[in-house]
Each structure stands twice: as structure tokens, then as C-alpha cells.
Nanobody
């Protein structure tokens, strides 16, 4: 089963940009759909899907306030999936997770993903 490790989070000012990385080990990302989720700071907020990359679907972006500001890509040579985030706002603050599922088709439901990373924290504040 694939293992995932996220990195690239941090403190950023409003309007700034980040590139988050999701490095896979134990198997190739080629065989998985890899999605990025966000868990907002408020505990009552559910984990929401942002984008997904798979061989079956290509790159998918899910409706929501982040649409148009996020870009997902994968580098098979580095076994890594990236999420680039632009024009960050305070409401983007949260913990960002990548998750994998097989077969290689995306799903908008977090319960359909089998492997999760530990997440990387993004804080947007001036």
C-alpha cells in the first residue's frame, strides 16, 4: 500500500502563494488517484476535497471557494503530486492532506480513499 508524506505548508501573508508536495513511497503514483483535501481550523468543518489527479480523469477541480486558485500536477519521476495555491486568503487556513485510492479514478468522497498522509499546516495571516 502506498504511503504519503505532505510538505510545503507554512505561514503566508494574504495574497501569497504556496506549492504543497505529496511524496509517495511503497508504490508508484501511476497506479493511484491522488487527491488533496483541506481540514479547516473550525472543528465542526468537514474535510473537503479540493482537487484530484488520476490517469482516468486527468486533473479534476471541485466546486468551492478555492476553484480557480488551485493547480494540481504530478511528477512521476519524483513519485510526487503537487498542489499549487495562489492568492491565499485567511479562510484558506487549515491542514492540507493528500490521499490515494485505487483504481485510478477520482472520487469526491473522503471515505473512498485508502491511504492518507499526516497533513501539512497552512496558515494565512498578516
Amino acid at each position: 500500500q502506498v504511503q504519503l508524506v505532505e510538505s510545503g505548508g507554512g505561514l503566508v501573508q494574504p495574497g501569497g502563494s504556496l506549492r504543497l508536495s505529496c511524496v509517495a513511497s511503497g508504490d508508484s503514483v501511476y497506479y493511484y488517484a491522488i487527491a488533496w483535501f483541506r481540514q479547516a481550523q473550525a472543528p465542526e468543518k468537514e474535510r473537503e476535497i479540493l482537487a484530484c489527479s488520476s490517469l482516468g480523469d486527468g486533473a479534476l477541480y471541485y466546486p468551492g471557494p478555492v476553484q480557480g486558485r488551485f493547480f494540481i500536477s504530478r511528477d512521476p519521476d519524483k513519485n510526487t503530486v503537487y498542489l499549487e495555491i495562489s492568492n491565499l486568503q485567511p479562510e484558506d487556513t487549515g491542514r492540507y492532506y493528500c490521499a490515494a485510492r485505487s483504481p485510478t479514478y477520482c472520487s469526491g468522497e473522503s471515505g473512498r480513499y485508502d491511504s492518507w498522509g499526516q497533513g501539512t499546516q497552512v496558515t494565512v495571516s498578516s
